[in-house]
Structure formats: C-alpha cells, structure tokens
C-alpha cells in the first residue's frame, strides 16, 4: 500500500477594489479629445515617466472607470496585455481604451505601441472585450489616436 501525497493549494479571491470617484468633464469616451481629458491629469502628473491607463466603457461608451495598469521609465513602460484587460473583466466591462503618455512630447507611435495594440485588441476579442482605441497623450494637448488614423486595434 503506497501513501498519497497531501498538495496544498491556495485558495485565492479577485476583485475589484473601488479607489474613490472622481469627476470628469465628459461622460463618453467618444473621441481622442475626450478621452485625454478624462485621463492626462493622471498621466502627465509626472510627464517624466511614461504610464498606461485604461478606460473601461460600458456598451454606450460610457465610462464605468480607469485604471493606471503601468508606470515606466523616461522612454518606455512594458505591459503585458493581461494586465490591461484583467481590471475591464472584473468591471464587467464592455469595451477599453489604451491611453498613455510620450514623455518626449512627440505623440506618434513606435512600433512597440503598435505591437502592443495588436496585442491587446486580440487578448481583449478573447474575453468578449472591444479594444475601441489607443490614445497617445503629449503635452499641450497634443493626441493621436489609433481608431482615427485607421491604425489595426488587432
């Protein structure tokens, strides 16, 4: 007679922790515009390192919350895309908006934010998610975004 071998496994709970409300200006993600003005305070707060946030949007495009899902150097901030999508499953989100700042000032996309983007969009298809855009946030209110430049979102 041989003797089982006892695993133990931890048990583990995930949730989402509500941080406080804030206010925004708009009400809808419904453009680049928009979205940086829900957002840039929470990433141009320290314009030095580059930070990613996510949008969560329920069906309408309305905003059902955010998330800083990264903080980075001066020049880049690596992510995995599912830490980008974890916080829009447990919302019970419809879709989410990839926002982030360009410490340089120089919104245009690198290569490495448009293979992110590619990446995101498909882990998002995945869980039932919509990646409806990437917005790059630069000072001066300068943006650029990848649904109104026809940029693949997967």
Same mark, same amino acid.
């Given at each position: 007679?041989?003797?089982?071998?006892?695993?133990?496994?931890?048990?583990?709970?995930?949730?989402?922790?509500?941080?406080?409300?804030?206010?925004?200006? &708009?009400?809808? =993600? *419904?453009? @680049?515009? !928009?979205?940086?003005? +829900?957002? %840039? #305070?929470?990433?141009?707060?320290?314009?030095?390192?580059?930070?990613?946030?996510?949008?969560?949007?329920?069906?309408?495009?309305?905003?059902?919350?955010?998330?800083?899902?990264?903080?980075?150097?001066?020049?880049?901030?690596?992510?995995?895309?599912?830490?980008? &999508?974890?916080? =829009? *499953?447990? @919302?019970? !989100?419809?879709?989410? +908006?990839? %926002? #982030?700042?360009?410490?340089?000032?120089?919104?245009?996309?690198?290569?490495?934010?448009?293979?992110?983007?590619?990446?995101?969009?498909?882990?998002?298809?995945?869980?039932?998610?919509?990646?409806?855009?990437?917005?790059?946030?630069?000072?001066?209110?300068?943006?650029?975004?990848?649904?109104?430049? @026809?940029?693949?979102?997967?």
């Amino acid at each position: 007679m041989t003797a089982r071998a006892v695993v133990r496994v931890p048990r583990y709970r995930c949730k989402l922790v509500r941080e406080g409300t804030v206010t925004y200006p &708009v009400a809808k =993600a *419904v453009d @680049a515009a !928009a979205v940086a003005s +829900i957002v %840039a #305070h929470r990433l141009l707060d320290d314009a030095d390192r580059e930070k990613i946030a996510v949008l969560y949007t329920d069906c309408k495009l309305g905003i059902v919350g955010t998330e800083i899902v990264a903080v980075g150097g001066g020049s880049d901030c690596q992510v995995a895309p599912a830490d980008i &999508v974890r916080g =829009a *499953v447990l @919302a019970r !989100a419809h879709g989410i +908006i990839l %926002a #982030h700042n360009h410490p340089s000032g120089d919104p245009m996309p690198s290569d490495e934010d448009r293979a992110l983007t590619v990446a995101v969009g498909r882990a998002a298809e995945l869980l039932g998610l919509t990646l409806l855009d990437h917005v790059i946030i630069g000072p001066y209110g300068k943006t650029y975004s990848f649904h109104k430049h @026809a940029l693949p979102l997967k």
